[in-house]
């Protein structure tokens, strides 16, 4: 059945090292999302990409890089810049822009 | 300014209670999409209900029930007959344009208890 998947789940990571989060969708939407929520907080938009090859940056990208190759995959690096990576990270896709939003089950990432 | 505000931060009621969740948002935009999602324990964020600015009819599905005001710029979400299961954090969202495209911006929550 079509969804969104995120992997893993639960995922440590020692400071200075790069970490990259998975998120893959079957829904044939075109735009994808990525979103952080630390404790007790809303969502913020780090990266979104409306098409393939294509992505822009939200309200806190510093620290973070994405790719956008394939339709279905929009993979988020966490990177040794991130000052303060330690959150509960949420992808999103839609059709389009203003469309519904569907989230896949989220990442936690823990940095030790 | 494009903003979502949920001003009740925890509310907590008995089973069987009704309950509403307040949203107020602000946008200069005539044409915007209002959402409400449900964040269960699980952390996955559930679509509950989206609206468009031109529709402002209430809507009513099943024990869960949305006011929209467009003089009050309110989009109020109401559950009747609260179960325990109903427990979780609930987001409203304001679709706007951002950079030539649109996203949406989330309220911060409202995360609702329901004691049995």
């Known amino acids: 059945d079509g969804g969104i998947t995120q992997s893993p789940k639960y995922l440590f990571r020692k400071e200075g090292q790069n970490v990259t989060l998975s998120c893959e969708q079957n829904?044939?939407?075109?735009?994808m999302y990525w979103y952080r929520q630390d404790p007790g907080q809303g969502l913020r938009l780090i990266y979104y990409?409306?098409?393939?090859?294509?992505?822009q940056k939200g309200d806190i990208a510093e620290g973070y890089s994405v790719s956008r190759e394939k339709k279905e995959s929009f993979p988020l690096t966490v990177t040794s810049a991130q000052k303060n990576p330690t959150a509960f990270y949420l992808c999103?896709?839609?059709?389009?822009?203003?469309?519904?939003?569907?989230f896949g089950p989220g990442t936690r990432l823990t940095v030790l | 300014a494009q903003k979502v505000t949920q001003a009740q931060t925890e509310i907590s009621v008995v089973e069987k209670e009704d309950v509403t969740l307040d949203c107020v948002y602000e946008t200069r935009d005539t044409t915007y999409y209002l959402f409400w999602y449900k964040q269960p324990p699980s952390g996955e964020l559930v679509f509950l209900i989206r609206r468009n600015s031109f529709d402002e009819q209430n809507e009513i599905s099943g024990r869960y029930s949305w006011n929209f005001q467009k003089s009050t710029s309110s989009f109020n979400f109401t559950i009747t007959a609260s179960q325990v299961v109903d427990s979780a954090v609930y987001f409203c969202a304001l679709s706007a344009w951002y950079s030539s495209a649109s996203k949406i911006i989330f309220g911060s929550g409202t995360r609702l208890s329901i004691r049995p």
């Open positions: 999103a896709s839609s059709i389009g822009h203003s469309d519904t939003q569907y």
């Open positions: 829904l044939n939407h075109d735009a």
């Open positions: 990409s409306q098409i393939v090859n294509d992505f």
